[in-house]
């Protein structure tokens, strides 16, 4: 006979550890536990999901508020467990491992004699003692580890903040059972969830109207968490614990609550669009699957074991689905970019490595030590190694990385934490592992707020394993030395916790994004030049002492050198070169620096390697490249071999608009044409290029006689088509036979041509513009004010693009002197963006065309912004008002 009943409940060890501590810390009369032990779950709760709302608590004067909590709620953990005579949760593996971390991270920031440090780590000497070359200042006597001191003692405080909330966790987690910590930290991710959909449905652009993010940020992905991976793995471990807590018997929350937390979740992580966290929630739940069918025990019976799983299929199916309504294209782009620069970052690294392999470059330090070695082009920072193995062993050293890395994964391995003792448990756990497993190739640890929920999970399964029956507790009544030794060392902790979050925000809080944006605001505002170089140069001493890797500040030197500060820019140059090999704008000035002195040469080899180094200063290489020559054999120094040099030919064939120069573009488009068929660009400066010498009856290729003229025809023609081909709805073929229309006097032909074709174009208000060039050149107005009306409509985009439009109308009717309609448009351009020039070109227009009264009124507007200190425009203004009366006047 078989029944649905349950079976009976094997209590683990663990579980008879805390029943048995629970009842030997019961008081008489059934009195409940200490005010300060009820408070610490709640100062737990508070830090787990305080700071993730907090952006993470990334930054710094967040992390000082955060750590100072912990720091309490650590002490009162701690004088708790004393109290009870349970060992110190200081003694455990994990916590002394993450001591020595903090511990360890605090020598790199001591400063050493410099002497010293150059026989622990001779690249991070050498990096110090030519810190101070720009400023022809001999090497610092003193010199840390790190090469970020500041930054290092932020990571000091982080490592720190982590032990506390293990400890903390972990009394909790002795005390009450893992289930509590895990559901805070589901909680936690079920929030930050909750307010990424927020901002979302509000299009917000700011976390919580408050703040603003310094980088671009997609629409559903402004939240506390503003970077996806980031987001995808902290909700991946919350993904998982919800799991386990649904499954798990006797949860602390309703099932329906657990079931509409993890919708919600698996939908909002699924919309990050991270390629790592997609990829390894799947992987987890299969391992938990899979650990669960091998526990061999269940927590509740046939009938409750079905409905959880049904309202897990629910959960996640619903969140899918959530996912999918809420999908864009650029969220299944993201999903689909196949961009692997990591892999190119994760080697770029292992040179650094090798340099630092014992020391580490200081914990913090690797986004101004890496530029040095980075191996791809483009004007990128980054932060972080993307691996968290990596990671620790180029700030910690490889030795210190390793070990650490042993002792953490001996300390959770499942035989230690007991996961067959709660589904909750081994959820919780299989998150932490996808959570690490994602950091191989993303950096979400780095971020406190993740690491904090890591921290909390951790600590609350160790306490549940390893929580122990108190061995005795304190009698009550007047303090005596066994009830004072508790108080004393929780204070001791809590006080040393403090004074390193105060030396944190004493030296820290200057990180080295904070001196690049303060500098560069100086720079730009004129403080660097003159009289205040003196100043400016100090304070750049200063934050090289800070950051002595970075290659950013030397830059900004040499910037202020060649404003005229006196010092020549060679020197901070060639500190910016040394920490950055591949640094387009350090190329870029210095190339202008060598210009100046007429090494023009080398200022075009250096040119070549600012786009080398940096494609987004291939526009103005290309435009300092055609200024300082005008031959074909020079001009080919300052362009890249292949196809990176396409760009840059591509751009040089359309700077230039003097006669003698044209030839020379169109050499430069026909290479560009010949390293790459496919580019657009090319053959329409081709296009432009040979139109151009059709304009010029003498032109030696196109001018001349019928058939020189018909060739160069035939090849715009023959450009237009391969455009056309390349891209079907580009302007630029149409641009180009209309062009040729127009220069033929075929313009009927060229505004049909333009008028069937505007719509369907890529640039339509462009289209529209060379439709009323083409209009305005037939003999009939017919269809001129038409065209020109749809060419308003579609141009006016904002007051200042309605304006411009309004003006060049208003240009090209007094070209064709039709003053009246011209008055209509110069009468649009002032109302909607009044300045000097379209009052004067309103009233001018208005007088010829007999509208007096109209002119006399623009006048006197000027006049008035003018400050009516004008006499001949205050006389003007009386000449158009008689002329106005006239008429009434005459007989």
Known sequence: MTTDSPRPKLRSPAELRRSMGAAARSRPGGAAPPLAERVIPWLLGAIVAGSVLAIGAVHTPTLALVSAVVAIAAALSLRASALAGEPSPVKTLPALTLLGLTAYTLLQAAPLPLAWLERLSPASADIWSRSLMPLGEAAPRYASASLDPGATLVEAVKWLTYTGVFITAAFVGARRGAKLGITLVFGSAFLAALTTIAHGLLGATTVFGLYQPRFSVASWHVGPLLNPNNLAGYLNLGVLSGVGLLLTSRPLLPPWVAGVGLTTIVGVG?????????????????????????????????????????????????????????????????????????????????????????????????????????????????????????????????????????????????????????????????????????????????????????????????????????????????????????????????????????????????????????????????????????????????????????????????????????????????????RSRRHGRAHLLLAEVLASRGAKEQALLSLRLAVEDDPGVTDTAAGLARQWTHTWEELQRAVPEGKAGVAVLERMATAGDRREEVELRLRCAEEAIARDPARVGAHWAAGDALLAMLEVPGSARCGGDDGRRAACEREIEAHAAAVQGLDDDSFFAVQLRARLLLLGKKSAEAEQLLSGSCERLDNRAGCLRLRVVAAAQMASSEKLLPALRELLSASCTTLAACAATSTWAGDLLTARKDHPSAVTYYARAAQDEPTEERLLKLADAASRAGAHIEASKALERLLQRRGGQDPALRKRVLEEKAKALAPSLSP
């Not at 799983?309 to 970019?337: H, K, P, Q, Y």
Request: proline share 6%.
């Open 270 to 578: 699924i919309i990050a669009s991270s390629r790592g966290g997609l990829l390894v929630l799947p992987l987890g739940l299969a391992l938990f699957a899979l650990l669960s069918r091998r526990r061999g025990r269940h927590r509740s019976g046939p009938r409750g074991r079905g409905a959880a799983a049904w309202l897990l299929s629910v959960a996640i199916g619903g969140g899918a689905l959530l996912a999918a309504l809420a999908a864009t294209n650029r969220t299944l782009a993201e999903m689909a970019d196949d961009n692997l620069d990591k892999l190119s970052l994760f080697r770029s690294t292992l040179p650094l490595l090798a340099d630092h392999w014992l020391l580490g470059v200081g914990r913090g330090a690797f986004e101004t030590v890496f530029p040095a070695y980075r191996q791809s082009p483009g004007n990128i920072v980054f932060t972080h190694a993307e691996n968290v193995v990596i990671q620790w062993a180029a700030e910690w050293g490889a030795p210190v990385a390793a070990a650490s890395l042993v002792a953490l994964g001996a300390a959770f391995r499942p035989g230690k934490i007991a996961l067959r003792a709660s589904t909750a448990a081994l959820g919780a756990w299989v998150g932490c592992a996808v959570l690490v497993l994602q950091n191989l190739f993303d950096l979400g640890l780095e971020v406190p707020g993740v690491s904090i929920a890591l921290a909390t999970t951790l600590g609350s399964l160790w306490g549940e394993a390893h929580g122990e029956r108190p061995r005795h507790e304190a009698p009550a009544g007047e303090p005596g030395p066994e009830r004072r030794r508790p108080w004393q060392a929780a204070a001791c902790a809590a006080a040393s916790a403090l004074a390193l979050v105060s030396l944190m925000v004493r030296f820290g809080w200057r990180d080295v994004d904070h001196d690049r944006r303060s500098l560069r605001a100086q720079s730009d505002a004129g403080a660097a030049s003159g009289a205040g170089w003196p100043r400016f140069r100090e304070e750049l001493r200063a934050a090289i002492l800070r950051h002595p890797a970075e290659p950013y500040f030397p830059l900004l030197g040499a910037v202020a050198a060649l404003r005229g500060s006196g010092e020549s820019p060679i020197p901070w140059l060639q500190r910016t070169l040394e």
